[in-house]
């Protein structure tokens, strides 16, 4: 009998603390970065978002799914994405901010690996 009640309590450490892995990684919150800190271009991105454009590449401002659910979970549509130009680089680069609807940024300068959430 003792084996059983050992091998249950392996059983719910083990799924406790998967799950508790699980609720902190998606409710956990992301580094931040003051705005005054982002390089010069994510400066520059955030000013024309603020300000509605113009953006300088056609993709700029399309929906970004959080495929990769390193930001908050929200609906579809909730946040848009816009290209930080990369010095020395003739396509868009790795860089991004991502606009939510409540007026919060995130940055990455990985494509997408890991995000900042812009103080201001």
Do not use: C
């Amino acid at each position: 009998m003792q084996v059983w009640l050992r091998l249950l309590v392996v059983f719910w450490l083990t799924i406790g603390s998967a799950a508790a892995f699980t609720f902190n990684r998606e409710s956990q919150a992301v580094d931040t970065i003051p705005a005054a800190e982002l390089p010069y271009e994510a400066q520059r991105t955030l000013t024309l978002i603020k300000t509605g454009g113009p953006f300088p590449y056609a993709r700029d401002g399309i929906v970004f799914g959080n495929y990769e659910k390193r930001l908050p979970q929200r609906p579809r549509g909730y946040y848009a994405e816009y290209t930080v130009k990369t010095p020395g680089r003739r396509d868009r680069g790795p860089r991004r901010i991502i606009a939510g609807e409540q007026r919060e940024y995130y940055y990455t300068d990985d494509h997408y690996r890991t995000f900042r959430r812009i103080r201001e």
